[in-house]
């Protein structure tokens, strides 16, 4: 008995994982984005031009791990960008509610992009669970949310399309900090400069 409960609780703590990984190609995609308050088109295929991306699904703006991600982003976007790399947190928040994300000094503050795949259509392209969010939830400024929540999956995408790692089952700030270093192995190994 004792071994049947252990392995239920085991397979309930074990996240989803991601049907892309490592070598796959990272499906290319356009929307809405928001810095520092401003919306604008983003582009994945643009962006690559550049050098690495990470592209981090989130659940929700304005939620506890969601906040901590985006806080630890910003707060390493300098490293991220030294290292050529450029990043992007995806959710199914509407652009209104990422503009003020993205403004909010206490989160993005300016210096990270989100992106609004509010169908979750983006998500299923990267094979990526959603759920359906319980009606009341609220954020913590108290706000309804009224979105599907998509699981928190990183990816780190290499110039020529392919994806570097796939970063699942990690806390907020340990995903903030593997996807630094993926990013920092990559232009250390002189591939940031494809």
Known sequence: MKRLIMAGVLSAAIPAMAALHDGDIAPDFRTQASLAGKAFNFSL??????????????????????????????????KFAVAGATVIGVSQDSIARLNEFSADPAYCAGKVAVASDSDGKIARSYDLASRVTVP??????????????TERTTFV???DGKIAATLTALAPAANVLK????????SDAGKSNW
């Open 45 to 78: 295929k643009d962006a690559l031009k550049k050098g690495p991306v990470v592209v981090y699904f989130y659940p929700s703006a304005y939620t506890g791990g969601c906040n901590v991600q985006a806080h630890d982003f910003a707060a390493n976007s300098d």
């Open 136 to 149: 009341g939830k609220k954020d913590t400024r108290g706000v309804e949310i009224n979105h599907g929540f």
């Open 157 to 159: 995408i290499t110039p």
């Open 179 to 186: 996807s630094l270093e993926v990013v920092q192995q990559l």
